[in-house]
């Protein structure tokens, strides 16, 4: 394994997108264009299977030093009131657009940290989406907490507007990390917040864990994982750290690079704690999510209808996900649209009356083949090309490139496809690189992901 870690251990996109987010053919996007595109998928699903909506939260009271997500640091939460009158504002315009009530069969409230706002501020939010739309009966709604500002008061008044799903982020417990990465929460908080949002009714709890973060140790991570099962949350997301300084700047330069385990201890890190985690109970789904068997999200494994977005791995799919907030990511299937990523150029737009569109990417043909089987790697971690639609013209070249990880037993092919093997399944992202024709055509010259390792 060791030298298979050696040999893969290279820059390489997470797939929450394909095209990924770097070669979206910015030059052709319009919004006018990707607004179509929302029309048509609009009216092919919404009746059937509702949207979903990503809510992007971004203001936070401190820098943590490892988070690579879109953020405004301030301690004023005199910021919250015009921001939450700016998303109001942006669904009003969505809905000009859209020719029929959307039914909401999904919202996720993330961030940033969600939990900075008052609960007064997201029900007034929550409660005018609701009020103009159809809300799914089967609907699933989540929210991301901050272990530390997480109060009765946001579980229990997100509770009551049907929110089901919460996820706090724990890291990890050992101090010395926490104060590097500048987030310092200690286990009591994260031990509350759990037994408190169990006793309201939340069915599924989800922790997040991090590993290759400064200064994390075997020892130390089989400490955190050994904790964190004492409170059995029903999902765990055990993250790779993506160290990408040169895209965040200084806020992922807190610690000195030689802090950070090499690609061998962080790999270390991983299999000892998938071990682990196995051991007590937690099957893997997907890539870096961990279950108990009576979770929804396992079912979905199960049932093959999990599905992977901008919001991670769901237990549910839509075909349309429009993303509010600053630098909020929109899915059309075909087509993706980003929000402008600078607070004040996002209010500017919407001053204009203008959905604050920035960027996007118009699928192709193509683009939709490689999109669905990677997808189908990501999710289900095998793929087909039995029906003509499912075939590009450069599969031989993929399969081709795919022989070599074949013989180093990281997939199988079967009758017109592939499924990753077990010992492949930490490297779905590198098997992933070989259908993603677009960086196989415009290999980057400088790095711009992080490692896959």
Wanted: aromatic fraction near 12%.
């Amino acid at each position: 394994m060791k030298e298979l870690i050696h040999k893969y251990n290279i820059p390489g996109p997470r797939y929450t997108s394909y095209p990924t987010v770097p070669y979206w053919d910015d030059a052709s996007f319009t919004p006018e264009a990707y607004l179509e595109t929302l029309k048509r998928s609009f009216k092919e699903s919404n009746t059937k299977q509702g949207i979903s909506i990503y809510i992007h939260l971004p203001f936070c009271e401190q820098l943590c030093t490892f988070c690579a997500c879109h953020k405004r640091i301030t301690k004023k939460h005199s910021v919250e009131a015009p921001y939450i009158d700016a998303l109001i504002k942006e669904w009003n315009l969505y809905l000009e657009v859209l020719e029929e009530k959307p039914v909401i069969s999904e919202i996720h409230l993330g961030g940033g940290t969600p939990t900075f706002f008052a609960i007064e501020q997201l029900e007034r939010l929550l409660t005018h989406l609701f009020d103009s739309s159809i809300i799914a009966e089967n609907h699933t709604f989540s929210f991301e907490g901050h272990p530390n500002n997480t109060k009765l008061e946001h579980l229990q008044g997100l509770y009551d507007l049907g929110f089901r799903r919460c996820s706090f982020g724990v890291q990890d417990y050992d101090e010395r990390v926490q104060i590097a990465i500048n987030r310092v929460q200690p286990y009591q908080n994260v031990l509350n917040v759990t037994e408190a949002a169990r006793k309201i009714g939340y069915t599924s709890v989800s922790h997040d864990l991090v590993f290759g973060l400064p200064f994390q140790t075997w020892k130390g991570m089989d400490r955190t994982i050994r904790r964190t099962l004492e409170l059995k949350p029903d999902r765990l997301a055990f993250y790779s750290y993506a160290h990408v300084p040169w895209i965040k700047g200084v806020g992922q330069r807190g610690f000195d690079e030689n802090d950070l385990p090499s690609g061998e201890e962080k790999r270390e890190l991983y299999e000892n704690g998938k071990a682990l985690l196995e051991e007590l109970g937690y099957i893997e789904v997907g890539m870096d999510h961990f279950s108990l068997p009576t979770d929804s999200l396992y079912q979905a494994m199960v049932d093959k209808t999990i599905h992977r977005n901008f919001m991670g791995y769901t237990s549910s799919s839509t075909q349309v996900m429009i993303g509010l907030g600053m630098s909020s990511i929109s899915d059309t299937w075909y087509g993706f649209a980003q929000n402008e990523k600078v607070l004040e150029d996002y209010y500017a737009r919407l001053e204009k009356n203008e959905i604050p569109l920035a960027r996007g990417h118009i699928l192709n043909q193509e683009d939709l083949v490689i999109r669905r089987h990677i997808l189908n790697l990501m999710c289900l971690l095998e793929t087909s090309w039995v029906q003509p639609e499912e075939q590009f013209p450069e599969l031989a070249n993929t399969l081709e490139r795919l022989k070599e990880m074949e013989s180093d037993g990281l997939l199988e092919f079967i009758d017109n496809g592939l499924k990753i093997t077990e010992k492949g399944r930490i490297f779905a992202r590198n098997i992933c690189m070989t259908f993603d024709l677009r960086m196989l055509r415009d290999k980057p010259e400088t790095r711009i992901f992080s490692m896959t390792v």
